[in-house]
């Protein structure tokens, strides 16, 4: 076999496992309207030059027709051992960075990764859906700071660990019995000021599938970025995440 044809065989079998890869980070790990703000665009990026680039470069390097049999098995082997492990940890970086929840507290949403939490806070949470890092989507909840003689114990919770309420699965509620509170903070589309003329159009079309409800704005952090999720007046729940920084 010369090694284009090898090669080749080995960027098929790549790319499959990429497209199958890329197919559950969009419909499950990563979805809309989540798929950006998440960094999931750059994550599939990294999987696609560590398995698609790497492994058949390797492979078209290695292949010669004069190389005696076990040599070339011996290459081969190493080359798709190498892979298996690149793949394997690009997997695990994806996993851990996924969005497990989406926290609605005091003015804006929270989306927060899997690697953010503690299994020693996860276990600390009210309800079964609070404890468990989801593989399905991040789940949408609110946080509540505690009132009366319990705030100071939390103030001084927040400094000791470096943790915020979005971190603390102990403070989480039922999104529902959070978003009212929040939802009294958001802004009209108008105020994204600094949105181009692809987002204003594209806001214009999600307005103009909903007429009689006109949609808000909250800031939707992530680490330390900020984006603007357009939050349906009915549902209270995001149905696009944009770019764009709400707070200029």
């Given at each position: ?23 559950l980070i969009y419909f499950l790990w990563f979805p809309s309207p989540y798929f950006r703000a998440a960094g999931a665009n750059r994550l599939i990026l990294l999987l696609m030059g560590i398995d698609v680039c790497i492994g058949p470069l390797l492979t078209l390097v290695v292949v010669n ?39 609605a507290e005091v003015d804006r949403l929270v989306m927060v990764s899997a690697q953010e939490l503690s299994d020693a806070d996860l276990a600390k ?124």
């Amino acid at each position: 076999m010369n090694r284009w044809k090898a090669a080749g065989i080995h960027l098929s079998i790549s790319a499959v496992l990429v497209v199958l890869m890329g197919a559950l980070i969009y419909f499950l790990w990563f979805p809309s309207p989540y798929f950006r703000a998440a960094g999931a665009n750059r994550l599939i990026l990294l999987l696609m030059g560590i398995d698609v680039c790497i492994g058949p470069l390797l492979t078209l390097v290695v292949v010669n027709r004069h190389k005696p049999r076990k040599w070339l098995r011996l290459d081969l082997t190493i080359i798709a051992v190498l892979q298996t492990i690149a793949f394997g940890y690009g997997v695990y970086v994806i996993t851990d960075a996924r969005p497990v929840f989406i926290v609605a507290e005091v003015d804006r949403l929270v989306m927060v990764s899997a690697q953010e939490l503690s299994d020693a806070d996860l276990a600390k949470g009210d309800r079964p859906e609070f404890r468990k890092r989801s593989l399905t989507g991040p789940v949408l909840v609110g946080a509540l700071p505690p009132k009366g003689d319990s705030s100071g114990d939390f103030v001084l919770q927040v400094m000791a660990t470096g943790k915020d309420i979005d971190r603390l699965p102990q403070y989480y509620v039922p999104y529902d019995q959070a978003i009212g509170a929040v939802m009294k903070r958001a802004k009209p589309l108008a105020s994204l000021k600094r949105a181009t003329d692809s987002q204003r159009a594209y806001l214009d079309r999600l307005q103009a599938a909903l007429p009689s409800q006109p949609l808000e704005v909250l800031p939707l952090q992530h680490g330390d970025n900020d984006y603007s999720a357009i939050i349906s007046p009915s549902s209270k729940r995001p149905i696009a995440v944009l770019s764009i920084d709400p707070w200029k």
